[in-house]
């Protein structure tokens, strides 16, 4: 009889008790929002802000509403507006074109490489064609291209980078935090990220006056000296008159959630990894599988895995899901015409400006994306890469040819 995998791909771990209590303790004071402080009182979400700060290496940040709210708040801060164009990867999950849309400008969608990374040589050529001044660059899945000379392309062609890290909270390229590269970091404290607030965003930066322009936008209400990993007040001066409150701050409840959980993270993040590790030892070798090699320099959160099957057609990736499916392994396409749960491609942002990618069109088509939750045990993991080595081996097998 064939094995069969009983748990849930999308069961997160419960929120650790110290954080319930913090949330508790919050609910009781009956002060939620952030500006909503006691005397001497410095509040759950400034704090937070301090201490990812902190964690980051960054002089400053900010706790908002959700990470597409911080993607989208980043692009305002640095000046992007309607009809503008934003350069991004052309394999990414639908917040990042739609937070590039909400603000009235226009994707520029660069080619990604088989191993998931945005195309240095397309993006040099989409920068000097299209005249876009900024990058808001996605490490998609927790991958990150060479970041060395993907400033050195960015800083000589004076286009300001902006990262989504919404898959790389806790890693790094050349021991350098994900999101410290370019002028502001974005990321997400949404359930299935790397912290879980339910929803949530965190944006991180040095510099003086776009913090602070993401700050007056938040919705601070002037408020900004209640801050602890802000500018100084000076900072305010010229832009408290001109930036538009869009609010979406971040609550106390939420931020009471997180701060535990950011203390955790450097295990959580060593506990993904071991389970990353088993399934790709597991798939590694399997007749048909090409895995994603990991480049030296790149420390990554493996809170998902994804392969290839470049010689599968539709038909045969089709039977492969379901074949896993039947023993309790969930795959995700990103190769299917139809945009399923978060597997929407390009050319479903139909708000966007249709563009051809023929290689990020060839990678998809043949591209598998699994989660791996930490509630999945070390062996639960080796057994998932047994059944889908199993399966893949067994359709190519009987491929015809
Ligand atoms: C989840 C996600 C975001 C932000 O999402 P929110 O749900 O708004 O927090 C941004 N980029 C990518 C690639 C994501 O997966």
Partial sequence: MKTRFTGHFTQQEPIPEDAIEAAVAVMRSGRLHRYNVAEGEAGETALLEREFADLTGARYCLAVASGGYALACALRAVGVGPGDRVLTNGFTLAPVPGAIASVGAQPVLVEVTPDLVIDLDDLAAKVRASGARVLMLSHMRGHICDMDRLMELCDGAHVTVIEDCAHTMGAAWDAVPSGRHGVIGCYSTQTYKHVNSGEGGLLVSDDDRLMARMILLSGSYMLYDRHLAAPPAEAFEDVRYETPNISGRMDNLRAAILRPQLVRLPEQVAAWNARYRVVEDGLCGARGIALVERPAKEAFVGSSIQFRLPDFDAAQIGALLANCAARGVELKWFGADEP??????????????????????????????????????????????????????????????
Avoid: K
């Avoid at 390009?346 to 966007?352: C, K, N, V």
């Fill in 340 to 401: 399923r749960g978060y597997t929407s491609r390009h050319d479903s942002w139909r708000y966007a400006p249709a563009q051809a990618l023929p290689r990020t069109d060839a990678v998809l088509a043949t591209l598998i994306d699994m989660r791996l939750p930490l509630t999945f045990s070390i062996e639960d993991c080796a057994m998932i890469a047994e059944i889908i080595r199993e399966e893949v081996e067994l359709l190519a097998l009987n491929a015809p040819g």
